[in-house]
């Protein structure tokens, strides 16, 4: 297995967002905006960030407006430009110069497996990052970089774990690990995909962020449909966990303990969007005070309804 540090990121982009039906019908879920930039730049941002320079999105149907995005709209610039909107235009370049940005169709969507190993040809024989779409972690608190020097210092692969509540394990991939020298390293010995909260090895879950070796192709055109009938790569990361470090095997876990937000999920979308606001330079000091106004009021609001219950049933 080569052994240079990856310059590829896959990102794949071919789920349906059925959770934000009916804003996904026809708009791809990476599309929707959180504040003004849609959900897919920022982790494009992340990937550039972290030294990736080339990405390939593995798409599905309707998504068009993905590419689009991260295409010139020179009909768009050249209205900005008549108008010397400069600020506008410099936003506009800024998904375009981004990155190398790749397309491939994952065709009959199988999985998150499947759709990794859409990547196996584009990608060649050397590691590389895997970026779900629905994680955005907070640009302050770096993580991706984090995992490619794990990869860099112990070869293998890298997960990105975070400590979840029992009640929530059942929606992720749940790692079985042990710890090292490093306290936010851990080494991996099992995964297993979506565990009923009973039968979790720990409350560590695998979050959207993966440092794959090459080797994981190879497992993954092996690994049966799993959970829900899809091809699971954590199924193959659990393989990969067994295997030997020659055979390019070993799985590391970095824990993240930063701000994570999961825009696939309606209230953590919201949520996103309103720290993510409250955060900017432009946006956040004025919607702060705003912010604050409306909590209040609807304190009030919630405290007077509550006397006026206290009232008629006295
Ligand atoms: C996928 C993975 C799961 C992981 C999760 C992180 O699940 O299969 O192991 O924990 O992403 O967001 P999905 O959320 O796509 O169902």
Redesign the pocket.
Known sequence: MSTRRPTKAVIPVAGLGTRFLPATKATPKEMLPVVDKPAIQYVVEEAVQAGLTDVLMVTGRNKTSLEDHFDRNVELEISLEAKGDQERLARVHEATDLAHIHYIRQGDPRG?GHAVLVAAQHVGNEPFAVL?G??LIDERDPLLSRMLEVQEQRGGSVVALMEVPQAQIHL??CAAATATDKDDVVQVTGLV??PPAEEAPSSL????RYVLSAAVFDVLRETPPGRGGEI???DALETLATMSAADGGGVSGVVFRGRRY?T?DRADYLKAVVRIASDRDDLGPEFVVWLGEFVAERQRAASDASATGDQATS
């Open positions: 998150l779900l629905d994680d992720y991939g995909e979506k879950a695998v979050i959207g699971q790569l954590t999961d696939g």
